[in-house]
């Protein structure tokens, strides 16, 4: 039976609320550069026809142009990346995370998987990791927010909290760095975002880039997919499983936690 549903969804801070009546399409990853660094580790996506689609609060809506084709939708308040409109389809793609229920999709495929992030595989146990990187050179989608961090990146661990899940639209992956080593070479449109536990968490404003997160004790590290070249680190955990998405297996091999 399919499902005829209106599906509830909205960025972390409630800024862009929407809903999306189904069927609603399977949800598929994206490896490719721009949603690596958007979500902070690579975009998943459902899609609706745009009748089937309705924002009900825009308050904290931006729409950036990452294409000649498409915009990005992401609340320039907490940052959490929510939508992918090609135009011309009459559809909206949107980030699963989002939801605030669950709906009946699951993960069924992933795309542009070359352009995968050294540190993991879209499917099944991440690679060997290449050669350390004493210096990681990092970035947003658009270019407004440029820094280094010294490395290595080491250890990745991916975070199925709901914060994380919200605001990557998927689930985040990143590293520990020391904030004392940290130098912008642009900083723009750089926001913080003070989340519900007292944490900060920087992304640009002026495409919805997830950069980095500082725990409310001091705690600073850095979104694996905002790094511009090879990271030299490699996935090796998944914490806060409890509070993963239902559309989606972790089938790794890693420790879950
Ligand atoms: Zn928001
Ligand atoms: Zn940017
Ligand atoms: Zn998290």
């Not at 992933?110 to 990092?138: K, R, V, W």
């Not at 661990?157 to 985040?172: M, P, T």
């Not at 880039?209 to 997919?225: H, M, T």
Request: glycine residues 12%; proline residues 7%; negative net charge.
């Amino acid at each position: 039976m399919s499902d005829t549903t209106p599906h509830p969804g909205s960025c972390l801070c409630g800024a862009v609320a929407f809903t999306a009546t189904g069927p609603l399409r399977d949800v598929l990853g994206c490896h490719c550069s721009q949603c690596r660094k958007t979500s902070g580790h690579y975009w998943a996506a459902t899609s609706v026809p745009l009748e089937r689609f309705e924002i009900t609060t825009d308050e904290g809506l931006v729409w950036f142009r990452s294409s000649a084709t498409a915009e990005r939708g992401f609340c320039r308040r907490c940052g959490a990346s929510l939508f992918w409109k090609p135009e011309g389809e009459g559809r909206m793609a949107i980030a699963p995370g989002a939801f605030d229920d669950a709906p009946p999709f699951t993960l069924s495929g992933h795309i542009f998987t070359e352009d995968a992030g050294d540190y993991y595989a879209p499917d099944g146990p991440p690679p060997t990791p290449g050669p350390e990187q004493a210096d990681l050179s990092c970035g947003c989608l658009c270019g407004d927010v440029a820094f280094s961090v010294s490395g290595p990146a080491g250890e990745v661990w991916a975070c199925h909290c709901d914060q994380c899940r919200k605001l990557s639209g998927h689930y985040s992956a990143s590293f520990d760095a020391d904030e004392a080593t940290l130098r912008y070479r642009a900083k723009r449109n750089l926001s913080e975002y003070r989340t519900p536990g007292g944490g900060t968490r920087g992304f640009c404003s002026g495409c919805g880039s997830s950069l980095w997160f500082r725990s409310a004790d001091g705690e600073f590290s850095v979104e694996a997919g905002c790094v511009d070249g090879p990271t030299g680190g490699q996935l090796a955990r998944h914490i806060f499983t409890d509070s993963k998405g239902a559309y989606y297996a972790i089938d790794d091999g890693l420790p879950q936690e």
